[in-house]
């Protein structure tokens, strides 16, 4: 024992120490390494922090109420300042192959509707008149297989119901079904009416119109000459007109004419006037249809609309230039004439003028929509005019270029209110966002908990003996 006691002083007291002197820049770079953690820890934070918000942001279901303070609304609704295209690829609202049904709205008990909108082939677009939230829907018997580029949709003057064309098709012609449906949007209720051409062969409705009172419902359409699995194809010579009898049935007569360029008026007696080329036709339930001529030379019509006294009709012409005509109905020899408020407006030269109704005041409302020339961008408007041209007042500023638009017209004189815009459901594009966020989320909290992780293990390291 001794011995070795010997030998370990003896060790001790012979070896050479070693002297080891530090650096002179080396607590100089100890400290800027410290910083350089530092700012990068810092950094990182503010990153994480940042891309929580953005997801946050990003990932805001539709319908959320935003945190800005909502408007004031009049009692029964107003229609909106814009009405705001969806900002997703056409393809994830369009009905059929590629239809994703959690972007659409299927249950149509909605409410009270101000402004219903469609786009080519497109779901229907409707904005709810309490607080202007916009909803995509999925009508009952529609699909991407159309044969009109697009569906032609009436809101009734209250925004209460909506008629739209419906159609079922069968492997063969006999057993496609097709014609018009009313919504109740209260109810969410659909009663659909079955229509037959005079060769038995299903109609493709493509006008629709309310009378100013919303009780009577008159259509144009075209008898299908093949409509199933194989194609479609149309006669296009002769139209189809009706609207629903005393009984609540169809009545229709057969037309010369093709509706595209035709334009149908729904009267609160019951009558249908149909404007096409250049006759008018009137017609009575029980009755043969009666023409006259009305112009001078034939006319591409867009949509027509009568006066809540049934003495005036209005009718917008297909061609641009924002044309609108006027035809006094209670003058058997009245003809056609220039509409005295027709104008172009917000330089939209190319322009086609819609008259969609009468509001109570008996102000026109007319929709200003631009041509395809205008790009897909371009943004049509809503106006109301009076009779004789002097007082125009903006309701509604559309974007993107509509198919057809329809209003509650009994809204009119209300002033439109500045909705929040909407969030609309994710896209393709949005979910693959989402993902890179969450994962650049994951990246910065792992690089950030990365030290800690270390320092923990070295500390353990330490103690163990």
């Known amino acids: 024992m001794n011995d070795l006691k010997t030998s370990l002083r003896d060790l001790a007291e012979n070896t050479p120490v070693a002297s080891a002197r530090p650096a002179a820049d080396l ?40 945190p800005a303070d909502q408007p004031t609304v009049p009692r029964g609704g107003a229609l909106p300042a814009v009405v705001h295209a969806p900002t997703y690829p056409a393809r994830d609202w369009m009905p059929g192959a590629q239809f994703d049904e959690k972007k ?3 249950d149509l008990a909605v409410g009270r509707v101000s402004v219903a909108v469609s786009r080519g082939r497109n779901a229907p677009l409707l904005v709810r008149a309490d607080d202007g939230k916009h909803l995509l829907v999925q009508l009952p018997d529609t699909d991407a297989f159309n044969p009109n580029e697009g569906s032609f949709l009436a809101l009734r003057p209250d925004g209460r119901a909506l008629a739209y064309p ?3 098709r069968g492997e063969t012609t006999a057993e496609t079904e097709a014609g018009v449906g009313v919504v109740d949007l209260l109810t969410g209720e659909v009663e659909q009416y079955t229509l037959r ?4 062969r ?24 093949q409509w199933d699995e194989g194609g479609t194809s149309f006669r296009g010579q002769v139209q189809s007109a009706g609207t629903l009898g005393a009984d609540g049935e169809p009545v229709t007569w057969d037309l010369p004419g093709h509706p595209e360029s035709s334009a149908v008026a729904a009267t609160s007696t019951g009558l249908v006037q149909v404007l096409s080329q250049r006759r008018l036709w009137t017609l009575v339930e029980g009755r043969e249809a009666a023409g006259r001529r009305v112009a001078e030379a034939r006319q591409s019509w867009t949509t027509a609309v009568v006066s809540r006294d049934g003495t005036l009709l ?5 061609d641009p230039g924002t044309v609108l005509a006027t035809l006094a109905l209670d003058d058997p020899t009245a003809r056609l004439r220039r509409a005295p408020w027709n104008s172009t407006a917000n330089g939209l030269i190319d322009a086609t003028v819609v008259p969609l109704g009468q509001s109570a005041m ?23 005019r009076s009779a004789d041209g002097r007082t125009r007042s903006d309701l ?45 989320v994951v990246v910065a909290v792992a690089w950030l908990v990365r030290p800690l992780v270390r320092r923990r293990r070295e500390r353990r390291a330490a103690l163990l003996p």
């Open 362 to 384: 008996d102000t026109f409302v007319v929709a200003v929509l631009p041509s395809a020339l205008a790009g897909a961008d371009a943004s049509g408007h809503l106006e109301t």
């Open 166 to 168: 419906w159609w079922r």
């Open 202 to 225: 299903p109609v493709s409705v493509q006008k629709i119109s309310w009378s100013p009172d919303g009780t009577r419902l008159a259509w144009l359409g075209d008898e299908a000459v």
């Open 27 to 66: 607590w100089a770079r100890g400290r800027k390494a410290r910083r350089t953690e530092r700012a990068a820890r810092l950094a990182a934070a503010l990153a994480v922090v940042a891309l929580l918000v953005t997801l946050g942001a990003v990932a805001r279901p539709l319908g959320d109420p935003l």
């Open 104 to 106: 659409l709205v299927t």
């Open 314 to 318: 209005t009718a917008g012409r297909a």
């Open 396 to 440: 509604t500023l559309f974007e993107g270029a509509p198919t057809t638009i329809s209003v509650a017209t009994q809204l009119a004189d209300v002033p439109s209110v500045a909705f929040p815009a909407p969030d609309w459901p994710y896209s393709d594009e949005r979910k693959v966002v989402l993902v890179l966020l969450a994962l650049g």
């Open 197 to 200: 051409g005079r060769n038995d």
